[in-house]
């Protein structure tokens, strides 16, 4: 089993910047690839970036390309996604997700957390 635990969601204006952690738990948890999802109300869920188990390949998604960065840290097993220049359709629930390989964690991840909301105000 791995626990997934985000943090760092909140209010923001339009341009403005924030980033999200997600603290990982569980025997395995470091060797697993993370990502990012989020759900805006009415709309579903969505990939939004992905980072391999060692930290060497990342994927975005078109929408958050140049925006947004996503990072991970081995010895705190935790994960970060830095977002910048936000905008108000960026607004949405954000989850942290958790997936042995890095395509699997893209489309079909096996754990998550329970979300962080991120407000933007236009």
Same mark, same amino acid.
């Given at each position: 089993?791995?626990?997934?635990?985000?943090?760092?969601?909140?209010?923001v204006q339009a341009g403005g910047s924030l980033r999200l952690s997600c603290a990982a738990?569980?025997?395995t948890s470091s060797s697993y690839a993370m990502g990012w999802f989020r759900q805006a109300p009415g709309k579903e869920r969505e990939f939004v970036a992905a980072i391999s188990w060692g930290g060497a390949s990342t994927y975005y998604a078109d929408s958050v390309k140049g925006r947004f960065t996503i990072s991970r840290d081995g010895a705190k097993n935790a994960? #970060?996604?830095?977002?910048?220049?936000?905008?108000?359709?960026? &607004?949405?629930?954000? #989850?942290?997700?958790?997936? =042995?390989?890095?395509?699997?964690?893209?489309? &079909? =991840?096996? #754990?998550?957390? =329970?979300?962080?909301?991120?407000?933007?105000?236009?």
């Amino acid at each position: 089993q791995v626990q997934l635990v985000e943090s760092g969601g909140g209010l923001v204006q339009a341009g403005g910047s924030l980033r999200l952690s997600c603290a990982a738990s569980g025997r395995t948890s470091s060797s697993y690839a993370m990502g990012w999802f989020r759900q805006a109300p009415g709309k579903e869920r969505e990939f939004v970036a992905a980072i391999s188990w060692g930290g060497a390949s990342t994927y975005y998604a078109d929408s958050v390309k140049g925006r947004f960065t996503i990072s991970r840290d081995g010895a705190k097993n935790a994960v #970060y996604l830095q977002m910048n220049s936000l905008k108000f359709e960026d &607004t949405a629930v954000y #989850y942290c997700a958790a997936q =042995p390989n890095s395509r699997g964690v893209r489309t &079909t =991840p096996d #754990y998550w957390g =329970p979300g962080t909301q991120v407000t933007v105000s236009s």
